[in-house]
């Protein structure tokens, strides 16, 4: 069966460092991969997605990143971390893009 | 993308039949409508999907009208575990946009003892 990891599960960071969370797929292929932001009390947003290896796509300009080294990997990235950062990021995958996503436990991101 | 409305929240007395509507008037022929729910602190999961016909599962039913323009998800039998947040979505059709699924606010159920 198919598995999602992401961790951590909790962080809490000052305002104007690095961040790197990560994302893993286990029991599938070459799957496309998401990553998503919700804010408190708000849906979610869509931030970047990967159809395969080194292949991202930013939904909206921000202070992150996104790189895709491994075909079952999926790294969320910030060199300087703002307060309007905070918020619950998901990380999801899909057989492709026509099928239905399954999304990780998420990561609660608090930046001070 | 076609535009999902949704009310804020809706309670359900345990045991009972939880219909949350959900209306897409703009959506396009080769739409289909999912339907996802997010229990407080956690990741989405996915219920279900349609696309014209009714469609059900171990989860839920969804109801589309034949004008496509409106849903409703049942659950049939709500249980305290159903408490979550719905979302309705419709998925953009054009492959070249990836498989973005665009979350609106959903519907806060709570399922009441």
């Known amino acids: 069966s198919q598995t999602i990891h992401q961790w951590p599960a909790t962080l809490v960071q000052p305002v104007g460092s690095p961040l790197s969370l990560e994302c893993t797929v286990e029991?599938?292929?070459?799957?496309?991969l998401y990553w998503y932001r919700q804010a408190a009390g708000r849906g979610l947003q869509l931030l970047f997605y990967s159809i395969g290896i080194d292949q991202i796509s930013s939904e909206v300009p921000q202070n992150l990143s996104a790189s895709r080294p491994q075909d079952r990997q999926f790294i969320l990235s910030s060199k300087k971390l703002l307060l309007s950062d905070s918020g619950f990021y998901l990380c999801?995958?899909?057989?492709?893009?026509?099928?239905?996503?399954?999304f990780g436990p998420g990561t609660r991101l608090t930046v001070l | 993308d076609a535009k999902t409305t949704q009310p804020p929240s809706m309670d359900c007395a345990e045991g009972r039949a939880a219909n949350l509507p959900c209306n897409h008037s703009t959506i396009s022929g080769n739409e289909y409508v999912y339907w996802y729910r997010q229990i407080h602190s956690q990741g989405p999961q996915y219920i279900i999907h349609g696309l014209k016909n009714n469609e059900t599962n171990e989860m839920a039913s969804l109801i589309i009208t034949e004008d496509r323009k409106s849903s409703t998800l049942i659950l049939p039998h709500a249980t305290l575990r159903d408490t979550a947040v719905y979302y309705c979505i419709v998925r953009p059709s054009p492959l070249t946009s990836g498989s973005r699924l665009t979350f609106g606010e959903g519907t806060q159920l709570t399922v009441n003892p």
């Open positions: 999801a995958w899909s057989y492709d893009q026509n099928n239905e996503q399954f």
């Open positions: 029991g599938t292929s070459n799957p496309n």
